[in-house]
Each structure stands twice: as C-alpha cells, then as structure tokens.
C-alpha cells in the first residue's frame, strides 16, 4: 500500500487557482500582478544584508530531541540581523497536514510568530504573522495526502506506540495537506475564504505597492505576512527575487522509443523490485524492533528508529519517481508552461532594469545534486531540463546583454536532505557558470553523498561531459559509533555596493555520540 499520494499537476494548478480566485476580474481592474510582493522596508538598494534560507525542515520531535528546533535557534542566535528567511519547502511532513503545524512548524519557530513568546498554544496555523519575513515556496510534502485507510490505521496504532514508550512522533494523523490547502492556508493569501462583498476593500487595502507590472501585495511584518501567489517575485536591496512551484514542471520526461530507451526502462523496472524489496525489509525490522532499544539510543546504536523511518521515507520517495517515469500518464502530464513563461518574462525585465544589481531563484527540486537518492531521479533530470529551456530563451533574446556573465547569480533549492554548494560547467546551455546551493538538512533525516563522486557528467552529442561540479556537501557520514548528523542551514551575507557580491555561510548543527555541537562551516567560494 501506497504511505501517500501525490496529485497530478493539473489538480495542483487547478485547486490553487481556485483557493487565490485566479481569474477574479478585480485584480485586473485594480491593475493588481498577482505574483508580486514588497516588503516593508527602507533598505537602500545598494547596501549590504543578510538573509537566510532552510530547506526541509518540518518534522517532530525524534528520540526526545528536535534538530529542526535546533537549527531554528542557531539560526535566530546567529543570525539575528537577517532581513528575511527563505525556506525551499517541505515545511511540514509527512504529508503537509493541517495537523503537524502545532508541533512541526509554529514551536519550532516560536521566535519568528507574534505572539510566539507568551501564547504559543493559542497560535493557529491558519492565522500565523511573522515577525520577520518568511517567504517559503511548496515542496512535495506539503501537496501530499493520506489514504483514508492508512490515516485510521495511524490513529488507531498510537495508543499502541505510546504504550511502547517510542520517543517518535510519525508526523502522520488522519489526513494530509488536501492537496496543497494547508500549506495555502497557512502562508497564501487565501482569497477564496474572503466574501465577495469584501474582496475589494481587502484587496485595496494591501495589494498597494506600485511595481513594473502592476500593484504587488504590501508585506508587512508584525502587521500582514501573506505570499500572493505559490509562485512570486520581490526585490529587495537591489537583487530580484524569484519563488517558484517546481511540483508543477517536474514530471520526468518520457522515455525513448528505441531500443536504448527500452533497456532504460528495463534497468527502472528493476531498480523499481529492489526498491520495494529493501522498503519492505525495513518495515519488518521496524516491526521486529525492541521498544526499549529504540527509546535509549547508544552511539553504537546501528540503526535508531528514526534513522529507520527516515530511510523508509526516502525509499518511497525513490519509488514514487520510478513510478512517474515508468507511468505513460505521468510522463505526458500536462507542465506548468504559465509559470514557465511568466519566469522567462520576469529575467528578461529584470535584465533590461539598470536598478537591479542581481538575480536569485528559489525552489524545491534540485536539477543539480550529488546526493545519493536524489541526482540521477527522473524529476531532478526533468527540472534541469524546463530550466534550461527558459535560461535558454532569455540568453537568445538579451545575448549582448548579458555577455559572458551568469544568467542568474545564484539559485537555491531543497528536496535532498543535505547542504550542498555546486556549479555548472559548460553545459552547452544558458544555464552554465551559476551558482547553485542546495539547503535541504534543515531538520528531516540527512542523507549521504553519492559514491560516484562529486563531479556530475551528460551525454552530449554522444560523448560524457562534466556538467556540474560539488564544492561541499554537508549530510550524513559514518557508520555506528562514526555516524555523523550535520544539520544545517544557509546564510547568505550580501555585500553592499552597484556590483552583486555576496558570501555564502553554511551554519551546522551536529549530532554525534548523543551530543550536539554548532559551527560554521568553511566554503570554498568566490566572493562575487
């Protein structure tokens, strides 16, 4: 039986259309873009800032501790001037509910939540305002649902798990995210439960910024913290923005009709039987385990509970996107082209601005990454290549423009449970020279790099050409006693001045020998 399920492209596009009353013909009466956003702040465009970016961070409390908490307060103690959090989704797992946001999202980041430091019981998910500037994007997690017979199966085993004494919490209750409406409801400008007699006032009020394109949503911190849209842009200190929906253009691309194409499909059909064979083997060591041993872990420990499940996750991961790309009807999904083509039009404005010293892009799935689950999925491959399409596009159009420099200066993303700082070689396409960092090990189990190395290759015209090259990968190392856990997150220290030049700080929070310990970590960057 399926753990989750995952809804089609359409029905994302369509329930979130429907939730933000897409084709309301207020906001274009209003000249209202309903992808743009500002943030309330007077900060000269060419002066120096810090933000900060996690990734994959929404889980509960594992073995009587919580790294997300963790990392959570590492972030606040050590980086306390930081302008605004991004986050590359999966905010809360396992399956987005409504549910896990009590425990997996509003305590861990009280200290971001009005109201967090006295009436943190009294928060609902639904009515958040931050204090600072959150700006998320969705993962998979957070379009995730439930089975109806796996949700009652849940709840009827945790008075059994309790009983047990299993210091874990499954993160899974009676339902899921109902295709993306949690996560709406909890970051989105839910306009669908506004009545119609009050749309326009509510739309006068906070959609006021004038911008390029029309009237961006004014976020205000401590006052009115919604995102306008799953995908949106903002500008600030100089540097434009871009948040994208990557769950909307990541079906994998169909496999050859040939006879190369026929022996892919062979090789996913057999990877596919011994994934399902090794998920099946954890399950039963799961089922066979001690309940005392798994509330007591030892540094020798092989395999503590949550390390087990985290494991199981990353398995059905793996076999969901076998599935996609052996499944015709996923493969011939229809792809988020408006998305697409609104980001194409946003790099080139963004471009012909002399205001605007840079451009950053955020979102869930990696189309580079050396992590072991995650580099050679067919979803990785299928983002890579939409991207490609749109840098492509821009390049062809603002050649002289852009000359030899990065079409974007730096992008991030999530989905692989681990930091990692990348950059593309000649790629043969306008995605080639970016930078690219990967900030997924905010709190979810890490995963290790893969043993083929950190160097990712492409057949070209025939021939293997390396692509992309890993400078550091920060996840999960050792094995026993050995066996390492580096929790992190990014910050991001931009330099002032006319000419974009930021440095990049991974902040770690380690699990080791049943202790925890907190540094930076040293990256081998160029500082522009």
């Given at each position: 039986m399926k753990l989750v399920s995952d809804p089609t492209i359409e029905r994302k596009i369509a329930k979130m259309h429907e939730r933000m009353r897409w084709h309301h013909p207020l906001f274009q009466q209003l000249g209202i873009d309903r992808t743009r956003l500002e943030i309330d702040d007077d900060l000269d465009p060419a002066q120096g800032f810090t933000f900060c970016v996690l990734g994959d961070s929404g889980n509960g409390v594992?073995?009587?501790?919580?790294?997300?908490?963790?990392?959570?307060?590492?972030?606040?103690?050590?980086?306390?001037?930081?302008?605004?959090?991004?986050?590359?989704?999966?905010?809360?797992?396992?399956?987005?509910?409504?549910?896990?946001?009590?425990?997996?999202?509003?305590?861990?980041?009280?200290?971001?939540?009005?109201?967090?430091?006295?009436?943190?019981e009294q928060i609902r998910y639904d009515s958040m305002v931050f204090n600072r500037p959150f700006l998320p994007v969705l993962g998979n997690h957070d379009y995730y649902d439930l089975p109806i017979v796996y949700g009652v199966l849940s709840q009827l085993l945790r008075p059994l798990r309790q009983a047990f004494r299993y210091s874990i919490d499954l993160d899974v209750g009676w339902h899921g995210s109902y295709q993306g409406d949690a996560y709406a409801r909890a970051f989105l400008d839910y306009l669908q439960e506004i009545p119609e007699s009050e749309l326009q006032q509510h739309l006068e009020r906070h959609?006021?910024?004038?911008?390029?394109?029309?009237?961006?949503?004014?976020?205000?911190?401590?006052?009115?913290?919604?995102?306008?849209?799953?995908?949106?842009?903002?500008?600030?200190?100089?540097?434009?923005?871009?948040?994208?929906?990557?769950n909307t253009f990541n079906a994998p691309l169909p496999i050859e009709s040939?006879?190369?194409?026929?022996?892919?499909?062979?090789?996913?059909?057999?990877?596919?039987?011994?994934?399902?064979?090794?998920?099946?083997?954890?399950?039963?060591?799961?089922?066979?385990?001690?309940?005392?041993?798994?509330?007591?872990?030892?540094p020798a420990a092989p395999e503590s509970l949550d390390e087990l499940l985290g494991r199981i996750e990353h398995l059905e991961e793996s076999i969901r996107d076998l599935e996609k790309q052996l499944d015709p009807n996923t493969v011939h999904e229809?792809?988020?082209?408006?998305?697409?083509?609104?980001?194409?039009?946003?790099?080139?404005?963004?471009?012909?601005?002399?205001?605007?010293?840079?451009?950053?892009?955020?979102?869930?799935?990696?189309?580079?990454?050396?992590?072991?689950?995650?580099?050679?999925?067919?979803?990785?491959?299928?983002?890579?290549?939409?991207?490609?399409?749109?840098?492509?596009?821009?390049?062809?159009?603002?050649?002289?423009?852009?000359?030899?420099?990065?079409?974007?200066?730096?992008?991030?993303?999530?989905?692989?449970?681990?930091?990692?700082?990348?950059?593309?070689?000649?790629?043969g396409h306008a995605d080639r020279g970016i930078k690219w960092a990967i900030c997924g090990g905010s709190g979810f189990s890490l995963?290790?790099?893969?043993?083929?190395?950190?160097?990712?290759?492409?057949?070209?015209?025939?021939?293997?050409?390396?692509?992309?090259?890993?400078?550091?990968?920060?996840?999960?190392?050792?094995?026993?006693?050995?066996?390492?856990?580096p929790y992190s997150f990014l910050q991001v220290d931009v330099l002032p001045g006319s000419t974009l030049k930021f440095k990049l700080k991974p902040q770690v929070a380690e699990y080791h020998q049943l202790q925890w310990q907190y540094y930076p970590s040293e990256l081998a960057q160029r500082s522009d």
């Open positions: 594992h073995q009587r501790d919580s790294p997300q908490r963790r990392v959570a307060k590492l972030m606040i103690e050590s980086a306390p001037t930081a302008k605004f959090i991004l986050h590359t989704g999966d905010v809360v797992y396992l399956v987005g509910s409504s549910e896990q946001y009590p425990e997996n999202f509003i305590r861990p980041y009280q200290e971001l939540l009005v109201g967090g430091d006295r009436n943190l959609y006021t910024v004038p911008t390029s394109t029309g009237k961006g949503l004014n976020y205000q911190p401590g006052k009115f913290t919604r995102i306008p849209n799953r995908y949106y842009r903002f500008r600030y200190g100089g540097i434009d923005f871009f948040a994208l929906d990557s040939s006879a190369q194409g026929e022996r892919h499909r062979q090789t996913l059909l057999a990877d596919l039987d011994r994934l399902q064979a090794e998920r099946e083997r954890y399950l039963q060591i799961i089922q066979n385990l001690d309940p005392q041993a798994a509330a007591q872990p030892t229809q792809i988020d082209f408006e998305q697409l083509e609104w980001l194409e039009r946003g790099l080139i404005e963004s471009w012909q601005d002399p205001a605007v010293r840079g451009r950053m892009i955020y979102f869930h799935h990696p189309p580079y990454v050396t992590e072991a689950t995650k580099w050679h999925q067919g979803q990785t491959l299928a983002v890579r290549h939409y991207l490609r399409q749109v840098f492509d596009r821009v390049e062809l159009k603002l050649t002289k423009l852009i000359a030899n420099r990065p079409l974007v200066d730096l992008v991030l993303s999530g989905h692989a449970h681990c930091f990692e700082y990348l950059e593309t070689l000649d790629t995963r290790r790099q893969r043993a083929e190395g950190n160097v990712l290759q492409e057949r070209i015209d025939g021939q293997l050409r390396d692509v992309a090259v890993s400078h550091q990968f920060i996840g999960k190392t050792g094995r026993g006693a050995l066996k390492k856990h």
